[in-house]
């Protein structure tokens, strides 16, 4: 039976970056290869009805041994984010021993305690890390590798109780897009988690509402030795946009509940500019607010420049599963405990982000998301300890049982 880590080995060694500007499902294909790798394998530990339909999304079931337990959902995806590249990854195994760890030696790049002070508490562990030139690919490759080791461990101890599980791996979550073609009847779950959380014991109900807004802008190119009272320059327009958001509700400043704007790219010249921003905040009406305001500002730009100058598209990514889970809380009291009977501290924090699993429990499906043990995802400081996947798969399993233990309370 394949380690964890293998498994995880193997899945990385296939470059799934995910492509916004694709309007393909996968957005690339390179998803295709794990894709197919994925369904091979689960076929290979026994997984009953292994799908993988036209969008790319790998499907199974671990069928019950004990009946009356409701359905539990497992879900991971498969892409990667395309912040920084995403293969080919050479990982690292290095043995812990403290100190600051060097990742190459021609780019003299190091993951440096004194920057990343966790890495004390996985002295005597052992880490898996970039060469410095990739991310590593823990979100959420590790997710998958935990999910499967605890589906063939089901598969095979036939004494330990279970419900039906069902399994999906979907595409194109780094893109928002992981949720697409997801369809929540046909997998028939009646409650699901994501494995999509960073340290060991993150446990994760709440998370930003999100929207982007897409701006264009609209100048005048004149000629700079005769542009007086003629001249509209676009970027300086989009320089007194910026200006009028609040100084402090950037990323770099804002922490725990605490949401943003964040401006994530700015192209154009003088005659035309293009900014696309990220709004996110916890609370509802807070985050209401956020979009009226990016609203006022382009009204007013308008007002002062001239009609149609500013150009504002906003669209609503996802909304704070809390308030869909407020009325699931048994299932963050069976992940407590299932964490707990494995020895791990949960910890219960707000996602500064978004997740497949807020998009899932408004479609219908309760959807908290459970961590992977990785850290620094999305860069070449990422790092997972070896034994944290291992704990997880352990979590999964125990998750599993108390399902089962729920239904024989309800019997009682």
Not at 41 to 66: C, K, Q, S, W
Not at 112 to 120: I, M
Not at 156 to 180: A, L, V
Request: charged share 25%; net charge negative.
């Amino acid at each position: 039976m394949k380690s964890t880590a293998e498994r995880f080995l193997e899945y990385i060694s296939v470059d799934t970056t995910s492509r916004e500007e694709s309007s393909s499902c996968p957005s690339s294909e390179t998803q295709w290869d794990l894709a197919r790798m994925l369904e091979t394998e689960m076929r290979e530990i026994g997984l009953m009805d292994v799908e993988l339909d036209e969008h790319g999304y790998v499907t199974g079931t671990i069928p019950a041994n004990v009946e009356g337990v409701p359905v539990l959902g497992l879900i991971s995806h498969m892409d990667t984010s395309s912040a920084v590249p995403g293969g080919p990854i050479h990982p690292q195994l290095v043995d812990y021993r403290g100190g600051d760890i060097l990742l190459n030696g021609k780019l003299d790049l190091w993951l440096k305690e004194e920057e990343f002070p966790e890495l004390l508490d996985y002295q005597g562990k052992t880490l898996i890390v970039t060469d410095g030139t990739t991310l590593l690919g823990a979100d959420d490759k590790a997710g998958i590798a935990e999910i499967l080791t605890a589906a063939e461990r089901m598969m095979k101890d036939t004494s330990f109780r279970h419900g039906r599980i069902r399994i999906c791996f979907t595409p194109d979550e780094e893109i928002s897009r992981g949720t697409q073609y997801f369809d929540v009847k046909k997998f028939g779950a009646d409650a699901a988690y994501t494995v999509d959380g960073g340290a060991l014991g993150e446990l994760e109900y709440e998370n930003f509402n999100g929207a982007t807004a897409n701006i264009t802008i609209h100048g005048r190119s004149i000629h700079p030795g005769m542009s007086k009272g003629r001249m509209l320059n676009a970027l300086m327009v989009a320089w007194e946009l910026q200006g009028m958001l609040p100084a402090h509700e950037q990323p770099s400043y804002t922490e725990g509940y605490e949401g943003f704007y964040h401006l994530s790219s700015m192209s154009g010249s003088v005659a035309e500019c293009s900014l696309k921003y990220i709004i996110r905040q916890h609370d509802r009406k807070e985050y209401e607010a956020k979009k009226a305001r990016m609203e006022k500002i382009a009204a007013y730009l308008n007002e002062k420049y001239g009609s149609g100058t500013v150009e504002l598209s906003l669209r609503d990514m996802y909304f704070n599963m809390q308030e869909i889970i407020k009325d699931h809380m048994h299932l963050i009291d069976k992940a407590n405990a299932a964490f707990k009977a494995c020895g791990v501290e949960p910890r219960t924090i707000p996602v500064r982000g978004g997740t497949d699993g807020a998009r899932l429990s408004f479609m219908g499906l309760p959807c908290p998301n459970l961590s992977t043990g990785g850290h620094n995802f999305h860069g070449v400081f990422e790092y997972i300890p070896v034994e944290s996947m291992e704990s997880m798969a352990d979590v999964l399993v125990s998750l599993a049982g108390e399902f089962v233990k729920e239904a024989q309370r309800g019997e009682q």
